[in-house]
């Protein structure tokens, strides 16, 4: 094509027809330059291309991250739950006055003492902070985002776990448990051998300790659940979010 162009030129030039060759150069300046605006376009057009998928694959990674955080969520529920079972059991034996079994005594208390923290992914979040927020083309999107992961999350986080974590600074776990219980070795009747904890005291319901463990664990399971049912809601938001988004930009 080129050659082809250059002999029209070469011939219009020895013709000496110089309005001629003038206008053919100038179509040919202008073939140029419509080749690069083509060119631009085309290149535009893959790269907002390649953006949109990059958008649509970290959301939709996003979305999986809350799906999954959630899921978790649910989990802790029930931990949370079977927490709040156990310090039932254990008020409802201390109120009754009555003896119980070791085995029994000890189901109850390790439900109460279940332990849990506050976590979330924001591994997702963090892969589009790396390259650029602007790759989130929606503005409510990308601001609706940027509240959950760096405020909303993390301050339910902070506090939640804060307030776990004060709880166990402020009174001797530990001291708590071992004043109550001991550690004792039985065999099976497979002749194997287990390390069992059994009360140090018959009397462990009317103990000083057992009451204050009881306390200690109602109130991390009840502002748990406080702050479980906001980091919920928070999740849900910015599942419904991102959805919305998705479905929105198409396949």
Known sequence: MINFFRKIRKQLADDN?????ARYALGEILLVVIGILIAL??????EDRLSRQFEIRMLTEVKKAFSDDLGICQFLKERNELKLQGIQEMLKMVASEESYPDSVLLKAYNKMTISYYLNYNIGPYETIKSVGLDKISNDSVRSGLTAIYELDLPRVEEFTNGFINNLR??????????????????RLPDSSYKLVSIPLDSRILDKKELLDRIK?????ASNFIHRLNY????LNYGLQLVSDELEALGP
């Open 17 to 21: 027809k110089p309005l001629k060759y």
């Open 41 to 46: 376009q085309i290149n535009n057009w893959n």
């Open 169 to 186: 600074e402020e009174h001797d776990i530990t001291a708590m448990h071992d004043a109550l219980w001991k550690r004792t070795l039985i």
């Open 216 to 220: 200690i664990e109602q109130d991390m």
């Open 231 to 234: 980091f919920e809601s928070t």
